[in-house]
C-alpha cells in the first residue's frame, strides 16, 4: 500500500490514490502493478554483473610498478587518489538525493542494489591503495587528497555544489524543485560517472596497451560495466520525467545541462594537466582534452541536446582492449561476466 492509499484507509474514504508521477513526492511502497518495469528489468541486469574484489589479481601490478617512470609513477599516484573518494562521493549523492525523491520502488530496488556497486568499487579502489602505496604516509596523503591536492579538490568541490543545491529539499513540491533535481542526476550520471570516471578509466587503459597494469585494469572492466549501468538507469529516469512533465526541459535547462558539461570538462582537464605534466608517450594534456570533449558530446547528445565541440576520440586504445560500452555505450547490453539469475517476474499481474 502506498503512503497515500494508506492515508486514505485510514480516514475510511477507501479511495484510490490518483495517478502518479516518477517525481512526486511521498513514498510508493507497492511493486503490484508495476508501473516502471523497466528500472526493475535494470535492477535484474545489474544483479547477473555480480564481481567481487578478490577475484581481481594485483600481484603483477607490482613489478610493473617498479618499471614505470617517475612521470608514471606520479600520474599512478594521483590516479588511485582519485579513485579513492570518487565513488563514496557518488554513493553519498545517491543515499542522500536519489533515493529520497525517485518515487518508485522498482527504481530504489535498483538505487540498492547501485549503492552495493558502489561498496564494491571503494573497497576495489581499499584494495589498489593498499598494494599500490605501501607506505602509510603515501596512503594517508592519498586518502586525504579532497584537501591537499588542488585538482582532485576542484573536482570534488564540484560535486558538492550541485549535492549542495538539492540535499535542504526535503520534497520536490515545485516546478523549481523538480528542475533542481535534474540538474543533481545529470550532473553525478553524465559529469561524475560519465565524465570524471571516463577520463580515469583512459588512464588506465593506456597502461594496459603498453602492456602493463593488467590487475588495475581488469577491475577497472567490471568497474566500467558497472557505471555503463549506473549511467543507463540515471539517462532512463530523466526520459521517463522529460514524458511525464515535458514543461521541465526548455532551452533554459538545455542552456545549463551544456554549461554544466563544460564546467566538468575543464576541471577534468585540470586533473589531466597535473596527471600529464609535460606529457609522457602516448598520453597528454591535447589527446586528453579532445577525448574529455568528445565523451562530453556523447552525453549531451544521450540528453537529446546538441553536441558541444564536434570533438573525436583520439585513443584508439580505448577500443583495442575489448571495451564495447564505450563505442555502443547506450545499444549493447553488458554480458561478459555475468552469474546466473534464476526466477521469473511478469508485469500483468493486478494483487
Keep these: 500500500m502506498t503512503t497515500t492509499a494508506a492515508a486514505a484507509a485510514a480516514s475510511g474514504t477507501g ?84 533515493y529520497r525523491h525517485i518515487n518508485s520502488p522498482e527504481a530504489r530496488l ?23 602505496l605501501p607506505d602509510h604516509d603515501d596512503r594517508a596523503a592519498a586518502f586525504a ?22 540535499e535542504k529539499l526535503d520534497r520536490l513540491e515545485s516546478r523549481d524543485d523538480r528542475r533542481r533535481f535534474l540538474l543533481n542526476l545529470i550532473c553525478f550520471a553524465a559529469c561524475i560517472e ?18 602493463l597494469l593488467h590487475g588495475l585494469a581488469t577491475g577497472t572492466n567490471w568497474v ?43 576541471a577534468e582537464l585540470q586533473f589531466a594537466r597535473d596527471l600529464c605534466g609535460e606529457g609522457l608517450p602516448g598520453m597528454n594534456t591535447d589527446a586528453m582534452r579532445e577525448y574529455l570533449r568528445c565523451v562530453a558530446d556523447q552525453r549531451l547528445r544521450r540528453l537529446g541536446l546538441p553536441v558541444r565541440y564536434g570533438a573525436r576520440n583520439p585513443f584508439s586504445f580505448m577500443e583495442l582492449q575489448g571495451v564495447q560500452e564505450l563505442t555502443n555505450f547506450f545499444e549493447r547490453r553488458p554480458s561478459a561476466y555475468q552469474v546466473a539469475v534464476e526466477g521469473s517476474v511478469s508485469f500483468d499481474d493486478d494483487f
Design 145 to 166: 587528497a579532497v584537501e591537499n591536492i588542488p585538482s582532485i579538490r576542484e573536482k570534488a568541490e564540484f560535486c558538492f555544489r550541485w549535492m549542495d543545491s538539492v
Design 224 to 266: 566500467f560495466r558497472d557505471e555503463s549501468l549506473h549511467m543507463d538507469f540515471a539517462f532512463s529516469v530523466v526520459d521517463t520525467v522529460r514524458e511525464e512533465e515535458p514543461d521541465l526541459f526548455d532551452e533554459e535547462l538545455a542552456g545549463r545541462v551544456t554549461a554544466m558539461l563544460e564546467e566538468a570538462v575543464e
Design 110 to 132: 535498483y538505487l540498492s542494489r547501485q549503492l552495493f556497486e558502489e561498496a564494491v568499487h571503494v573497497q576495489f579502489y581499499l584494495t589498489l591503495l593498499d598494494t599500490y
Design 15 to 98: 479511495a484510490a490514490p490518483a495517478a502518479r508521477n516518477l517525481l512526486d513526492p511521498g513514498f510508493e511502497l507497492t511493486l503490484r502493478p508495476m508501473r516502471y518495469p523497466g528500472f526493475y528489468e535494470r535492477y535484474r541486469d545489474a544483479i547477473r554483473n555480480t564481481w567481487t574484489v578478490e577475484e581481481v589479481d594485483l600481484h603483477s601490478d607490482v613489478a610493473d610498478l617498479a618499471r614505470l617512470s617517475p612521470g608514471e609513477r606520479h600520474l599512478i599516484g594521483r590516479l588511485v587518489a582519485f579513485f579513492a573518494t570518487g565513488d563514496s562521493i557518488v554513493a553519498n549523492n545517491l543515499v542522500l538525493t536519489l
Design 194 to 211: 560519465g565524465l570524471f570516471f571516463y577520463g580515469a578509466f583512459a588512464y588506465v587503459y593506456w597502461f594496459r596497451s603498453r602492456g
